[in-house]
T-cell receptor
Framework: TQLLEQSPQFLSIQEGENLTVYCNSS?????LQWYRQEPGEGPVLLVTVVTGGEVKKLKRLTFQFGDARKDSSLHITAAQPGDTGLYLC???????????FGKGTLLTVNP | NAGVTQTPKFQVLKTGQSMTLQCAQD?????MYWYRQDPGMGLRLIYY???????DKGEVPNGYNVSRLNKREFSLRLESAAPSQTSVYFCATNRGIGNTIYFGEGSWLTVV
């Protein structure tokens, strides 16, 4: 069973700071998705990465997929309070319906 | 979360009571899912339905039943609620294997 480890588990920073969160796997990802979950809401998709070495940018968010497809990172530049939320990495489905979820990084951006 | 609607948003039950969580999607997707989210445990799959007329157990199915009423609707039933079922429940949907999954806004259930 693939395990997804996310770090750090908690992160509290001041507005304007930069940060990076990580998602690591015990095995190769078929594909990887990053979601953000705001308090009281369901997770919302930010990005999907499928190719080793891939880099995707979404405004101030930069997503990297490791060359070996066993790790990924999310870098946020000049964080804003609106970035506050739980960031989840999700791997799979592949050939079955079972998605594997990391436990998330809970980010708080203080004004 | 547009397109996936869950009801109720909040519910308090007494131990032993039954209830049904409703989920409807207007995205014309084949697959629907029920997850629970607990602190420190992440999201865990309860049941899923690959297509209308089929349902399968996920990681934590005990104490739950599901019904895929039609392509749009997938309900989750607790026949005899237990405090261990206190959780946040999410319905989700996607076109099928490997496709982006879309979540509802969640249902907060407390069993006392």
């Amino acid at each position: 069973t693939q395990l997804l480890e996310q770090s750090p588990q908690f992160l509290s920073i001041q507005e304007g700071e930069n940060l990076t969160v990580y998602c690591n796997s015990s095995s190769v990802f078929s594909s990887l998705q990053w979601y953000r979950q705001e308090p009281g809401e369901g997770p919302v998709l930010l990005v999907t990465v499928v190719t080793g070495g891939e880099v995707k940018k979404l405004k101030r968010l930069t997503f990297q997929f490791g060359d070996a497809r066993k790790d990924s990172s999310l870098h946020i530049t000049a964080a804003q309070p609106g970035d506050t939320g739980l960031y989840l990495c999700v791997s799979g489905g592949g050939s079955n319906y079972k998605l594997t979820f990391g436990k998330g990084t809970l980010l708080t951006v203080n004004p | 979360n547009a397109g996936v609607t869950q009801t109720p948003k909040f519910q308090v039950l007494k131990t032993g009571q039954s209830m049904t969580l409703q989920c409807a999607q207007d995205m014309n997707h084949n697959s629907m899912y029920w997850y629970r989210q607990d602190p420190g445990m992440g999201l865990r799959l309860i049941y899923y339905s690959a297509s209308e007329g089929t349902t399968d157990k996920g990681e934590v199915p005990n104490g739950y039943n599901v019904s895929r009423l039609n392509k749009r609707e997938f309900s989750l039933r607790l026949e005899s609620a237990a405090p261990s079922q206190t959780s946040v429940y999410f319905c989700a949907t996607n076109r099928g294997i490997g496709n982006t999954i879309y979540f509802g806004e969640g249902s907060w259930l407390t069993v006392v």
